[in-house]
């Protein structure tokens, strides 16, 4: 996918033509066809830049990024060059992990200031992650991002594997880190994990123990602030904030948490929740219209479900929710209420709109 195609839709939507240049809009490619550095059945390493280890400095604190699919939000992945950079002039090795796709980041990224490697690892196998090869470089990682992709193989490959102890290593040695889509999807203590194909929103209401919504604790369940959190991705393009109150709902109902510590994120496409400290920023792209995306909601709720039962429609209601856009921020540590406002889901039906 293009940059440029996508504002091209925009403006053609208004009637008019545009004539720009094309820019790469990262891991969203399939790749440009090289053929992987190395590798074997279990996995491929595709490299651009130098395989020498940059050696930034560590930095103060962590930096987790959630991105919601659809284009990358450059300013996002900037943010995490910079943290990683520590204000120093070092640059830095960036390592995507992913089980599809190629290269698709690594031009893009290699674009950007400060970037002296990036090494997409694709794993083909739950083998491939104890490679030594791949722990080696995720031990080496100033930067780490999970693509986007099939969540379901991330926790069926990944969970309780030499890889998953390696990516807790590098967040406790402060290496900022983060997932876009199915990647972010594996960064709260609770995942969704589609084990059984998507889910919508619909149907998630209208039975909350509906096959499509699979729930899982084994994978990346102690991230910095995300505890007793779950998040959904393309959240306003796909609808999903159904299906993310329903999440809570489930978790509630078979004992994962209670109702009063329960959070959830939902992050629409063309944008990234950035949490340095304890603060989460929104960043969006520019939208070929003057403004910028982003939209980003944070969900809690405030009384117990009413009813969460097999074949019969949700009831949850008073769910309060603090919606951010582009530049805007919320705390992560103390979920404050400050511009609030609240929806419920009745008998299977959200109401009011919450976007």
């Not at 004539?19 to 059945?41: D, F, M, P, R």
């Not at 651009?48 to 930095?59: F, K, R, V």
């Amino acid at each position: 996918m293009k940059r440029l195609h996508v504002w091209t839709r925009r403006v053609a939507s208004l009637g008019l033509l545009c004539v720009s240049l094309a820019a790469a809009a990262g891991g969203g490619s399939a790749g440009s066809g090289a053929k992987a550095t190395a590798g074997n059945k279990d996995y491929d390493v595709y490299r651009s830049g130098s395989a020498a280890d940059a050696l930034p400095p560590q930095p103060a604190g962590n930096l987790l990024v959630l991105m919601g699919g659809g284009i990358d939000v450059d300013d996002a992945f900037r943010a995490m060059i910079a943290k990683a950079r520590g204000g120093t002039a070092a640059k830095v090795d960036v390592v995507i992990l992913r089980t599809s796709g190629a290269d698709g980041y690594n031009a893009y990224l290699m674009a950007m200031d400060g970037v002296d490697s990036v090494e997409s690892i694709v794993l083909k196998t739950r083998a491939g992650a104890s490679a030594p090869e791949v722990l080696d470089l995720v031990a080496r990682a100033d930067v780490l991002f999970i693509a986007g992709g099939d969540q379901s193989t991330y926790i069926a490959q990944w969970a309780g594997t030499p890889l998953e102890a390696a990516m807790k290593t590098a967040v406790a040695r402060k290496v900022p880190f983060g997932g876009t889509s199915a990647g972010l999807a594996v960064l709260g203590q609770f995942d969704y994990s589609g084990a059984n194909q998507s889910v919508t929103s619909a149907t998630a209401m209208a039975n909350p123990y509906d096959r499509g919504v699979t729930l899982d604790r084994s994978f990346l369940n102690a991230l910095p602030l995300m505890a007793n959190v779950i998040t959904d991705a393309h959240l306003v393009t796909r609808d999903r904030m159904g299906r993310l109150v329903t999440f809570l709902a489930r978790l509630s109902a078979d004992g994962w948490a209670g109702w009063q510590t329960l959070r959830g994120i939902g992050v629409d496409e063309e944008t990234a929740v950035v949490v340095d400290g304890d603060i989460a920023t929104v960043m969006g792209n520019p939208d070929g219209l003057g403004g910028r995306t982003g939209r980003a909601y944070f969900l809690k709720p405030t009384l117990a479900p009413t009813t969460v039962q097999a074949k019969k429609p949700l009831t949850f209601r008073s769910l309060q929710l603090e919606k951010r856009t582009a530049g805007g921020q919320y705390n992560l540590a103390t979920w404050p209420t400050v511009s609030p406002y609240f929806i419920s889901v009745e008998a299977g039906t959200l109401m009011p709109s919450p976007y």
